[in-house]
């Protein structure tokens, strides 16, 4: 099993618990903005992470972590440029946006250079 597979697997999990945690916790989990689509995002990416890992031996992983990275990424951007439609939708905040670069650096690790 390839650091792919692993980091799908991990990331999977840790952002579906993040999901269902943020219904029940309510607009702060941790320090960390969230609302019912900001959790819903986590629960869906959080899903396909754990497909990819969990599936078939983790043959989707790779491109599922690349894909996911640049998602993550993008999402980081431009919530330290303040856009404020997405700030405001998925109600972000500074440490949301630092997760998320985070998140998006370790995953195109995996993605990108990673077996």
Do not use: C, R
Request: hydrophobic share 60%; aromatic share 14%.
């Amino acid at each position: 099993m390839g650091f792919n597979t692993t980091w799908a697997k991990i990331a999977g999990v840790v952002l579906l618990l993040v999901g269902i945690l943020g219904f029940v916790m309510g607009d702060e989990l941790f320090g960390f903005g969230v609302n019912m689509l900001h959790n819903i995002v986590h629960l869906v990416t959080g899903a396909l992470f754990a497909w990819a890992g969990f599936s078939a031996g983790g043959a989707n992983a790779k491109k599922t972590n690349q894909w996911l990275s640049v998602i993550y990424i993008v999402v980081a951007i431009l919530g330290l440029l303040n856009v404020t439609f997405l700030v405001d939708l998925l109600y972000l905040n500074a440490a949301d946006n630092w997760l998320h670069i985070a998140l998006g650096v370790v995953t195109i690790g995996a993605g990108f250079w990673g077996e």
